[in-house]
C-alpha cells in the first residue's frame, strides 16, 4: 500500500464548476500538508499549505485536512482554463524533512 | 530573488556514461533536495543535503547515484554508468532557515530531463 494514494484522473471540468481534488494517507506521522500545481513540462508549484487539521482558504483554492481520516482536499471554486495541470498533494512529517508526493491529478478545465 | 535553479534543462547520455546535474538553492537557502520523476508517477524522494553534509539520503539507489553540496557553489546529483531505467525528470527544492520558521515549505526548480539512450 503506498503512503500517499492520489486518484491520477484525468479529469475534466467545464469553466466556471467547482473542482474537488483528494488524498488519502496512512502515515500517521504526517503534520504538514500541501498541495503543488504542476503545468506539464515544468516544477511543482507550491499553492497550498496546512499544519494539521483544518481548513486554510486563498482566493479561489480551499485546502482541508481531516487527520482522524487521514483525508485531504484541495477545492478550487470559478475554476479557469489557467487551471489545467497537474495537482500533487503531498505531506511530511516535520520541518526539513522530506516530501511524500501523490502521484497527482490531471485537471483539464474546457472553456 | 531568483528562484531554485537547476542546469542543463535536458541531458542527453548513452548507456554507461555519467550524468551530472547541478542546482543552486534560493538566495538564502542552504537545505537542498532531490526528487525523481518517473512518466506518470509522483515525485520520489532521493535526498536531503545541507553543506557539505548529507543528511536524508534513504531515497537515493545504493549504486551509481551520488550528491554533493559543497561550501561553495551549486549541489550535484551525479549519476555513474548511466542505464535506460534513469531516465526521469530530476527536481531540485531547497527550504528557507530556520529563523523564517517556514523550515516545511519548499520551492522547486524547473527541473532536468534526463533521457539515456
Known amino acids: 500500500q503506498k503512503e500517499v494514494e492520489q486518484d491520477p484522473g484525468p479529469l475534466s471540468v467545464p469553466e466556471g464548476a467547482i473542482v474537488s481534488l483528494n488524498c488519502t494517507y496512512s502515515?500517521?506521522?504526517?503534520?504538514?500538508f500541501m498541495w503543488y500545481r504542476q503545468y506539464s513540462r515544468k516544477g511543482p508549484e507550491l499553492l497550498m499549505y496546512t499544519y494539521s487539521s483544518g481548513n486554510k482558504e486563498d482566493g479561489r483554492f480551499t485546502a482541508q485536512v481531516d487527520k482522524s481520516s487521514k483525508y485531504i482536499s484541495l477545492f478550487i471554486r470559478d475554476s479557469q482554463p489557467s487551471d489545467s495541470a497537474t495537482y500533487l498533494c503531498?505531506?511530511?512529517?516535520?520541518?526539513?524533512?522530506?516530501?511524500?508526493f501523490g502521484t497527482g491529478t490531471k485537471l483539464q478545465v474546457i472553456p | 530573488n531568483a528562484g531554485v535553479m537547476q542546469n542543463p534543462r535536458h541531458l542527453v547520455r548513452r548507456r554507461g556514461q555519467e550524468a551530472r546535474l547541478r542546482c543552486s538553492p534560493m538566495?538564502?537557502?542552504?537545505?537542498v533536495y532531490w526528487y525523481r520523476q518517473l512518466p506518470e508517477e509522483g515525485l520520489k524522494f532521493m535526498v536531503y543535503?545541507?553543506?557539505?553534509?548529507?543528511?536524508?539520503e534513504s531515497g537515493m539507489p545504493k549504486e551509481r547515484f551520488s550528491a554533493e553540496f559543497p561550501k561553495e557553489g551549486p549541489s550535484i546529483l551525479r549519476i555513474q554508468q548511466v542505464v535506460r531505467g534513469d531516465s526521469a525528470a530530476y527536481f531540485c527544492?531547497?527550504?528557507?532557515?530556520?529563523?523564517?520558521?517556514?523550515?516545511?515549505?519548499?520551492?522547486f526548480g524547473p527541473g532536468t530531463r534526463l533521457t539515456v539512450l
Open positions: 543535503l545541507q553543506k557539505e553534509n548529507i543528511i536524508d
Open positions: 527544492a531547497s527550504s528557507p532557515p530556520r529563523t523564517s520558521g517556514r523550515t516545511d515549505t519548499q520551492y
Open positions: 503531498a505531506m511530511s512529517s516535520g520541518g526539513y524533512q522530506k516530501v511524500t
Open positions: 502515515n500517521s506521522a504526517f503534520q504538514y
Open positions: 538566495k538564502g537557502h542552504s537545505h
